[in-house]
């Protein structure tokens, strides 16, 4: 059977030899990242706008599958533990019952899709990393708008199907199609950037 191969993410050019130790950082970097950006928040209920999902996607991407998926992992036990970077310096066990807890857990899947898109060096041409990264950008939805009905639910609001959508959907299509593009833009620049730079010092 053969085996599809990977290429190295950004962050494997940048971090030629990599260990655990260094993974580690790496790992506890891209939550950081995630949790700083939860704070650029925009309040609305039930869930806020916050700048998470581009973090998500660029520590994914940048970091690749596993160590992207890992690092949203961390972001999401050690805010339920009670470590406040989630969204207005919110975390702690009840986050767990907030209607926008879903997105959060669908961060991590979408930080192993994109990781695993930019292993297979999606992220190096622009129309390529486009459509990683709307790929990407629709996951968190695909987990975050069921858990919040179901939320609402038991707390005694049920809504309907098209009132769960402009609740949980509709006031973020502007800004996921922004945080989109600035992802898709950002990585292939980068790529170029790094490119040059490696070469010019190989000189």
Request: aromatic share 12%; net charge positive.
């Given at each position: 059977?053969?085996?599809?191969?990977?290429h190295p993410?950004?962050?494997d050019?940048?971090v030629?030899?990599?260990?655990?130790?260094?993974?580690?950082?790496l790992?506890?970097?891209g939550?950081?990242t995630v949790?700083?950006?939860?704070?650029?928040?925009?309040p609305?209920?039930?869930?806020?706008?916050t700048?998470?999902?581009?973090?998500?996607m660029?520590v994914?991407?940048i970091?690749?599958?596993r160590?992207?998926?890992?690092?949203?992992?961390?972001y999401?036990?050690?805010?339920v533990?009670?470590l406040?970077?989630?969204?207005?310096?919110?975390?702690g066990?009840?986050?767990?019952i907030?209607p926008?807890?879903?997105?959060?857990?669908?961060?991590i899947?979408?930080?192993?899709?994109?990781g695993?898109l930019s292993e297979?060096q999606?992220?190096r041409r622009?129309a390529?990393?486009?459509?990683a990264?709307?790929?990407?950008?629709?996951?968190?939805?695909?987990v975050?708008?069921p858990?919040?009905?179901v939320?609402l639910?038991f707390?005694g609001?049920?809504?309907?199907?098209?009132?769960t959508?402009?609740?949980?959907?509709?006031p973020?299509i502007i800004?996921?199609?922004?945080?989109?593009?600035i992802g898709?833009a950002?990585?292939?620049?980068a790529?170029?950037l790094?490119?040059?730079?490696v070469?010019?010092?190989?000189?």
């Open positions: 059977m053969s085996t599809i191969a990977l993410v950004l962050v050019r940048l030629t030899r990599s260990s655990r130790l260094k993974n580690a950082v790992i506890a970097t939550a950081a949790g700083l950006l939860a704070q650029v928040s925009i609305l209920w039930p869930v806020p706008i700048g998470q999902t581009l973090g998500v660029l994914g991407a970091l690749g599958a160590r992207g998926a890992l690092s949203l992992t961390t999401l036990v050690l805010g533990i009670g406040p970077w989630f969204a207005n310096f919110s975390g066990p009840a986050s767990i907030s926008s807890f879903g997105y959060i857990i669908g961060f899947p979408t930080a192993f899709v994109i695993y297979k999606w992220d622009p390529l990393s486009m459509a990264f709307g790929i990407a950008s629709i996951i968190p939805f695909i975050g708008i858990y919040l009905w939320v639910h707390a609001t049920t809504l309907g199907f098209s009132a959508l402009h609740a949980g959907f509709t973020f800004g996921g199609i922004i945080k989109w593009l898709a950002v990585l292939p620049g790529w170029t790094i490119e040059r730079f070469k010019s010092n190989e000189k």
